[in-house]
């Protein structure tokens, strides 16, 4: 099994939607993040959560809000999806303890179509 | 804006051949520096990290940093063409931004067999 698992791994949905995307890790990591992905844009950093009672802001917070219900669950809503959210979604680990690299760790994918 | 430079690409190498790819920096207080792998429709897996000046060697991977010019480079010797994906660079944010990785655009590259 997967040490970080992101569901749903295809979705499409219509304009105005509520979308949410979920991910769990077993690796016991503290740090979650999302991200999204766009061909030619690279990686883009959405929110970030250093711990259970921690979330912040990334790069492109506007149109999505987070819940970190667990230390090892991080959820993504998009309360009403518009188009230009369609994109590559990817969750993602670290731990930044001595002897740690800080290295990411990432889910599969979660990629999301909105029409 | 702390920012991640790399040439998209692509760029496209011979079977054999080594590979250089580059990026830079702008967040001069920043520490630690990683190479990614991306296939097409795969989620990113890393192949360096850095933290030091100078060369670090993995295999057929090589990273080079130079902190003084912002400058970070991965060299791929004897490319294969399994090699063909592409590479992101990513950097550690600092101060405030410490624990996040900025990710540079990527650049495609293509081994010709």
């Known amino acids: 099994d997967a040490d970080v698992t992101q569901t749903p791994r295809n979705r499409i949905t219509k304009t105005g939607k509520r979308i949410m995307l979920e991910c769990s890790q077993t690796k016991g990591h503290d740090r979650m993040y999302w991200y999204r992905q766009d061909p030619g844009l690279g990686l883009r950093l959405i929110y970030y959560?250093?711990?259970?009672?921690?979330?912040n802001k990334g790069e492109i917070s506007d149109g999505y809000s987070v819940s970190r219900q667990a230390q090892a669950k991080f959820s993504l809503s998009l309360e009403s999806a518009i188009p230009n959210q369609t994109a590559l979604y990817f969750c993602a680990t670290s731990e930044l303890d001595r002897g740690d690299t800080g290295e990411l760790f990432f889910g599969e994918g979660s990629r999301l179509t909105v029409l | 804006q702390k920012e991640v430079e790399q040439n998209s690409g692509p760029l496209s190498v011979p079977e054999g051949a080594i590979a250089s790819l580059n990026c830079t920096y702008s967040?001069?207080?920043?520490?630690?520096f990683f190479w990614y792998r991306q296939y097409s429709g795969k989620s990113p897996e890393l192949i360096m990290f850095?933290?030091?000046?100078g060369d670090k060697e993995d295999g057929r991977f090589t990273a080079q940093l130079n902190k003084a010019s912002q400058y970070v480079s991965l060299l791929i010797r004897d490319s294969q063409p399994s090699d063909s994906a592409t590479y992101l660079c990513?950097?550690?944010?600092?101060?405030?931004?410490?624990?996040?990785?900025?990710f540079g655009k990527g650049t495609k590259l293509s081994v010709k067999p």
């Open positions: 967040d001069r207080g920043s520490q630690s």
């Open positions: 850095i933290y030091s000046n």
């Open positions: 990513a950097v550690e944010g600092y101060g405030g931004s410490q624990g996040n990785l900025i």
């Open positions: 959560s250093f711990d259970v009672k921690d979330i």
